[in-house]
């Protein structure tokens, strides 16, 4: 399906270029052309008192996600084991530290990184497919040029630990010495900002996202803040580090993203400021006043969220649901700890007048041990220690459990064999019936992933006005440079019908993604399934119509292109089987004009490979009427070689 328009996609109205939120390339020189001498800021659309304004609602967005910030703080202490900094009990000098809840997090990237998506670009009209296979092409060489394999490992620990992964999708007219590209990054939730209450990012009416850069570099990009800097507001929540992080020279610079209604369309602005100076405006540029900061008027920011909360775009991740049975473990483990040692260094009373050295009783190097007067049995006694009962390591280990259940990390998903299953088969099997929970969460984030390679290909047709070079991987994994550029997607005429301007056709795809690196045992099934098609003759395309008949009935991915090429061969095998029947007829025909021996020496060459109908020609034997096609043909011939 593609989007008619009557609008002409305006080219000439494209901006020298983009800005990644992230990105301090933009230049005075680059961005703040419409801030002539000639011209006062009180002018432009947006000025001091906007950015007052902007500030407000900045404070109240910061407000209203305040438990947000303190939680994501506390889960990375959990994450780096320093979670008894965040439980009451601070004083005891015995504080032990298990990582079952580590553990459970590092299992789950792992099963992330072994389903790491891959895009197929569908096209929605058959015009467009050629489009689409160049695109499929494309797009992962983009990713692979944002360095995306580290982006979506960053972003997943970070979801898995606060719930929430965010991915920023923004234009970088820095890269390629200029002439710009697609940037892709992990953003922190501490330093993004959205309108409260609200579950889609995309209806927030306002998005700020605020970082600290160094003075010096913001003054090398931007002379005219000289003098401006020195202030750190908002104040902008941080994690615990272990390092000293001096931000005495560093400002806080804002990004702010807001939407508006012109003319019946919802466009997308942008501003760059620090403190009350606006250092880029769109509303202030007269090429983007009317146009926006993106053609596709979202918010470049993608939400990955790992189990979704009602009244907030974020989550919660496996610290949220597992801390709780962390944190009793661990004070299990003090419980016990404690017990240990104090049986297996006792404590003793000594009497005020037992007359006993307690500097020399307690050094074990002195073999003498000096009293004053008798010494009495009940001098010194030793303190009687109490052994735990087995209940306690039997609440223990149902603890250690109860968090293994209710995150989903049991052993069987992790390689162990608790269960007492031996062969590695059944593992196996056991292995992928124990990953549904992690291939659920695997689906919600190939969501954000279909989302963000939809804003690629809107930031292809935005930005991409002239060609450039890929290396793709063709046919057989043979290496193939290609050029492309956005002139494919662009909004297409549809010229004039009957005197009445048909308008233009914008171009539309939808995206399937799939997972670029299975697991082990995923590409183990899928090997095996591929030699049991094999072995059963699902590719020879005489079998083509019983094999299609079977895949019918199964259920398998990527089933449609096994099927798709089965078909196919299976076309061409009939259509091969008709050539040789007809070759073979007209051979017969010239050997009974000329006496030859064509025919048998085709049905050689053929083999096997002749129908049935053909060797009974061959045999000289007729089944029903000789075709109209066929008696036009021996006429022809008898014609061309009757004797004059």
């Known amino acids: 399906m593609a989007i008619f328009s009557k609008r002409k996609k305006d ?25 002539a001498s000639d011209r006062k800021l009180e002018t432009l659309a947006v000025g001091s ?19 947000l910030e303190r939680k994501i703080v506390e889960n990375e202490q959990w994450y780096k084991l320093r979670h008894w900094e965040c439980m009451r009990d601070k004083k005891s000098e015995i504080q032990p530290v298990s990582a079952w809840l580590f ?18 670009i569908l096209p929605r009209e058959e015009g467009d497919r050629a489009q689409a296979q160049m695109l499929t092409s494309v797009i992962p060489v983009i990713l692979d040029q944002c360095d995306y394999e580290q982006v979506y490992s960053d972003t997943w620990m ?22 710009g590209d697609i940037s892709i990054c992990k953003v922190d939730l501490l330093n993004l900002f959205w309108e409260p209450g609200i579950t889609d ?8 996202h605020v970082e600290l850069c160094d003075n010096d570099l913001l003054l090398q990009s931007y002379p005219s803040l000289e003098g401006k800097l020195g202030t750190s507001l908002p104040d902008i929540a941080k994690y615990t580090y272990d390092d000293s992080v001096d931000t005495t020279n560093k400002s806080v610079v804002i990004d702010w993203y807001y939407h508006k209604y012109q003319n019946g369309k919802k466009l997308l602005h942008y501003c760059k400021y620090v403190n009350d100076t606006v250092l880029f405006a769109t509303e202030n540029d007269p090429q983007l006043r009317e146009r926006g900061w993106y053609d596709h008027g979202m918010y470049p920011f993608i939400f990955d969220t790992l189990y979704q909360v009602e009244g907030t775009p974020t989550g919660f991740g496996y610290i949220d649901i597992g801390k709780d049975a962390q944190a009793y473990i661990d004070r299990g483990n003090q419980a016990v700890m404690e017990n240990m040692l104090a049986n297996a260094a006792p404590r003793y009373f000594i009497r005020g007048d037992g007359s006993v050295s307690e500097e020399e009783y307690a050094d074990r190097t002195k073999r003498f041990i000096h009293v ?39 052993d069987i998903s992790t390689g162990g064999t608790s269960s007492g299953v031996t062969a590695a088969s059944a593992i196996a099997a056991m292995q992928e019936a124990g990953s549904k929970l992690s291939r659920d969460n695997n689906r919600a984030a190939y969501r954000a992933f279909r989302k963000m390679c939809l804003m690629i290909i809107e930031l292809i047709r935005q930005f991409y006005d002239l060609p450039r070079c890929f290396r793709i991987m063709g046919e057989n994994g043979a290496a193939q440079y290609v050029r492309f550029s956005n002139a494919g997607i662009v909004p297409q005429s549809q010229g004039v019908d009957m005197g009445v301007d048909m308008g233009f056709r914008l171009p539309q795809f939808d995206i399937e993604v799939t997972a670029q690196k299975q697991s082990p045992y995923s590409k183990m099934s899928q090997n095996e399934l591929a030699l049991e098609f094999y072995g059963a003759g699902f590719f020879n395309p005489q079998l083509a119509d019983q094999a299609l008949a079977c895949l019918e009935m199964m259920d398998f991915d990527r089933k449609q292109f096994i099927m798709q090429r089965i078909s196919q061969n299976g076309g061409m095998y009939n259509q091969m089987m008709q050539m040789q029947q007809q070759m073979l007829m007209l051979a017969k025909m010239v050997d009974e004009l000329k006496g030859s021996n064509i025919a048998n020496e085709l049905a050689a060459q053929f083999a096997s490979g002749v129908p049935a109908a053909a060797a009974t020609m061959l045999s000289g034997e007729h089944v029903g009427d000789e075709s109209k096609v066929t008696k036009e043909a021996r006429a022809r011939t008898a014609g061309l070689t009757a004797p004059d």
């Open 11 to 35: 080219n000439d109205a494209l901006p020298s270029g983009g800005a990644a939120a992230f990105n301090n390339g933009m230049t005075d020189a680059d961005n703040m052309r419409v801030f």
């Open 49 to 67: 008192a906007q950015l007052r304004a902007a500030n407000m609602t900045l404070q109240k967005y910061k407000e209203g996600k305040a438990n």
């Open 103 to 120: 553990n459970c997090i590092a299992n789950k990237h792992a099963d992330a990184m072994d389903s790491f998506p891959s895009p197929n």
């Open 158 to 179: 970070y979801k898995l630990k606060t719930g929430t992964g965010v991915y920023g999708v923004f234009w970088d007219k820095s890269k390629l010495a200029g002439l």
């Open 201 to 208: 990012i995309q209806r927030s009416s306002n998005l700020f």
């Open 372 to 410: 004053d007067g008798n010494l009495g049995q009940d001098s010194i006694l030793p303190e009687t220690g109490k052994s735990l009962s087995g209940i306690y390591v039997d609440v223990l280990n149902n603890k250690i459990d109860e968090l293994k259940e209710t995150t989903g990390n049991r």
